[in-house]
């Protein structure tokens, strides 16, 4: 797995993602991290813990999704909260384990965003969570099924008594990277910089909690590192990790086992433009949900994806990822830079020309030539052995090789290129060895038929410049 080392890049990135977060409002943040759609909801059962007088008491009621704020996690995995005590269980065995761990989301949360006096009325109810062991509330009794489990006071939703949580949350949406006790309270060890991204001398020392980028995500002691070589203002760091979520939430995309995420950028930038190809992309993440199951193609899909973008100054990045939606922590297997949407174009248009596939299914009665029988030889021998799961990241590897190479950031050395026409001449896609039923090589027998194919191979990845050192004699 390759991870983002060098600093330029990390700039780079980090520009194109503070540029997104700068179009990026509350409304925004606040459709990424609720849940409002739930599978079956018929299902579930809903617990109200009603707190009177500092006692609770359960009662089973309908859920009533005006009154409450569903979000998804917000925090790492070991010790992740939600926005509101508001949650949802499914096929759940374990609610007493459930309710003691409610008190991660008031300490995190509730106690962290309420206002002076919401945190008075909420500090008895954590006291209470934090003493529970003899389980008065016999949650040990219920059976495994589906639960939503909802705090109240008095009858009411924490949403409906605490609206300013939501609130202090999105204003206070970064920490900084080092914080310190001073007579014992939480001081951020912020510094005067020059901003790497406004170039503006302020308070630096904020964490966008981008994982990849931040460097103090396997050591606190990088924290003053990143400070240094990467100074934030509070405003930056926001503008980046709104434009990280909007990125992995909306801009994500996967394909056929791959994932990659879309990043547009602009020469000249135009804010109008950018605003369009923003929007253009978060649309298509829906209408191609339904070509995603029919195009088998990688590249077909992509040039489908950025059809409307092919002009000047516009180029992608697109990050071939890894995402963890729980705590936004992420894998980046490789990264294409600057993509050219005219590049895209101009490949699926010589594809189409010469009668060139990238799929992996074999279309009936096609008189394409399929690039798969050549580069796609790890994800073939994963489908006939059904072993998809266990040769994930190789297959994921080999996907991404094809398309660098039809992208143009990579070329394959003409002997290469050989080896592999002569392994698809040997061997099928179980590794046995191509033989006709008098044991004669396949590709003696037939051999017009092979060397037409690695013919059309050939031309096709020279029409598109993916081959080098091509003096070599075949």
């Not at 195009?295 to 963890?324: A, H, M």
């Amino acid at each position: 797995m390759k991870k983002y080392q060098s600093l330029e890049k990390k700039m780079s990135l980090a520009n194109k993602l503070y540029k997104i977060g700068q179009q990026v409002t509350k409304n925004d943040i606040k459709e990424i991290i609720e849940v409002k759609e739930f599978k079956d909801i018929a299902s579930y059962t809903t617990l109200q813990i009603d707190f009177k007088n500092n006692n609770g008491a359960v009662n089973k009621v309908a859920v009533n999704k005006n009154r409450m704020m569903f979000t998804k996690k917000i925090g790492g995995t070991s010790n992740s909260y939600y926005l509101y005590p508001n949650f949802e269980y499914q096929k759940e065995s374990n609610l007493y384990k459930k309710f003691k761990a409610v008190a991660y989301t008031f300490e995190n949360s509730v106690m962290l965003y309420a206002n002076e006096e919401n945190q008075k009325l909420a500090q008895p109810i954590l006291d209470y969570i934090r003493a529970y062991d003899d389980d008065i509330l016999d949650f040990k009794s219920y059976e495994k099924d589906n639960y939503f489990l909802i705090i109240t006071i008095n009858g009411k939703t924490l949403y409906e008594l605490m609206p300013e949580i939501w609130d202090n949350y999105y204003d206070n949406f970064v920490d900084a990277h080092i914080s310190k006790k001073v007579k014992k309270v939480d001081t951020p060890q912020l510094q005067e910089q020059m901003d790497f991204i406004t170039h503006k001398r302020e308070l630096c020392g904020y964490n966008p909690n981008v994982k990849f980028f931040t460097m103090d995500n396997y050591n606190d002691k990088f924290k003053p590192q990143i400070i240094e070589k990467l100074p934030m203002s509070k405003e930056t760091a926001i503008a980046i990790k709104k434009g990280w979520m909007y990125a992995i939430t909306h801009l994500k995309f996967s394909h056929k086992g791959l994932e990659y995420i879309i990043i547009p950028s602009m020469v000249d930038f135009d804010n109008e433009v950018y605003k369009g190809l923003l929007k253009f992309l978060k649309n298509s993440n829906n209408s191609m949900k339904n070509l995603s199951s029919k195009e088998d193609s990688f590249v077909r899909r992509l040039s489908k994806q950025v059809e409307g973008f092919d002009r000047g100054g516009i180029s992608l990045d697109i990050l071939f990822t890894e995402v963890n939606l729980t705590n936004l922590s992420v894998k980046i297997f490789a990264t294409l830079e600057d993509v050219i949407p005219s590049r895209i174009n101009q490949v699926v248009k010589e594809m189409k020309s010469q009668h060139i596939s990238d799929n992996i299914k074999r279309e009936e009665n096609s008189t394409d030539v399929y690039l798969r029988d050549y580069f796609s030889r790890e994800e073939l021998f994963a489908i006939v052995t059904k072993n998809t799961a266990g040769m994930k990241n190789r297959v994921i590897q080999e996907k991404i090789y094809l398309a660098k190479l039809l992208l143009g950031y990579e070329q394959i050395a003409y002997v290469t290129l050989l080896k592999k026409f002569e392994h698809e001449r040997e061997y099928d896609y179980e590794h046995k060895k191509r033989l006709t039923d008098d044991g004669i090589k396949k590709w003696i027998a037939y051999s017009d038929n092979f060397i037409s194919s690695e013919d059309r191979v050939l031309d096709f990845l020279k029409s598109i410049n993916a081959i080098k050192n091509i003096g070599v004699e075949r």
